[in-house]
């Protein structure tokens, strides 16, 4: 999360170098990264602190404590460090920094977090913007996902919540017990699933318990029976 472009660029290019890092997104703001976290899951984030509009400390305190990534932060000010580690930040990298000083730092980041993540390798919730609040919506209370193209809606109690993710992305931070890709374009809780009606040639219908009703392929219906199956 930087936001200016030059530093934004440099730092995604100097952990694409390392094989051990997958860079997944960029943000250029605090509001931009909140939706991008959201969406992502991130393990690791990179956060600037002074920013315009909401800072590194802000989009901390959106956040939350519990289940929020790891943090580094990544500064041209030195005067904000013991406040970063008030926040446990797992290091605090001065601008401008060079390779040698990322690589430090992620050295002694990546066992903290391998070690920290071990206990689930699923997601538990997600964070969700509704009527401009910060929501966090537990997984097992998703009902159905449905793509929007580099979006999904997760509908829970009859509620829809847009955010910015593929559903593939989604499906690999989902429990495969629970979830289960039904269509290309939707995922489905199989504790929502009320009724499997049948339909022509090996397709079915999904009737859940906030009464959608959703198409599930031949290419998927089989999957579901075994899934479903006592």
């Known amino acids: ?4 472009p030059l530093a934004r660029r440099r730092l995604r290019r100097l952990l694409a170098a390392r094989d051990d890092i997958e860079v997944i997104g960029a943000a250029a ?6 939706s991008m976290i959201a969406s992502l899951g991130p393990d ?3 956060l600037d602190i002074q ?12 956040l939350g404590g519990k289940g929020r990534p790891a ?5 041209a000010y030195d005067q904000f460090a013991l406040r970063a580690f008030e926040v446990h930040a797992l290091d605090y990298v001065l601008k401008p ?24 390798e699923w997601t538990q919730r997600f964070i969700v913007r509704s009527a401009g609040r910060i929501l966090f919506l537990r997984a097992e209370d998703i009902d159905w996902i449905a793509a929007a193209g580099n979006y999904v809606y997760l509908h829970a109690a009859g509620v829809s919540h847009l955010i910015r993710a593929t559903l593939k992305t989604i499906e690999r931070k989902l429990d495969p017990e629970r979830f289960l890709r039904i269509h290309r374009s939707a995922i489905v809780n ?9 339909a022509s040639h090996g397709d079915c219908e999904l009737l859940l318990r906030d009464g959608s009703r959703i198409a599930c392929s031949r290419t998927f219906s089989e999957r579901l029976r075994a899934a479903t199956r006592p």
């Open 97 to 120: 920094f060079d390779e040698e000083r990322l690589s430090a730092a992620l050295d002694r980041a990546l066992p903290l977090i391998r070690s920290s993540t071990t206990g689930s």
């Open 71 to 75: 943090v580094i932060f990544t500064t």
């Open 190 to 198: 199989i504790d929502a699933v009320r009724e499997v009606i049948p």
């Open 51 to 62: 920013m315009p509009g909401m800072g590194g400390f802000d989009v901390l305190a959106e």
């Open 29 to 34: 703001d605090g509001d931009e990264a909140l």
């Open 1 to 4: 999360v930087e936001d200016e």
């Open 44 to 46: 690791l984030l990179f």
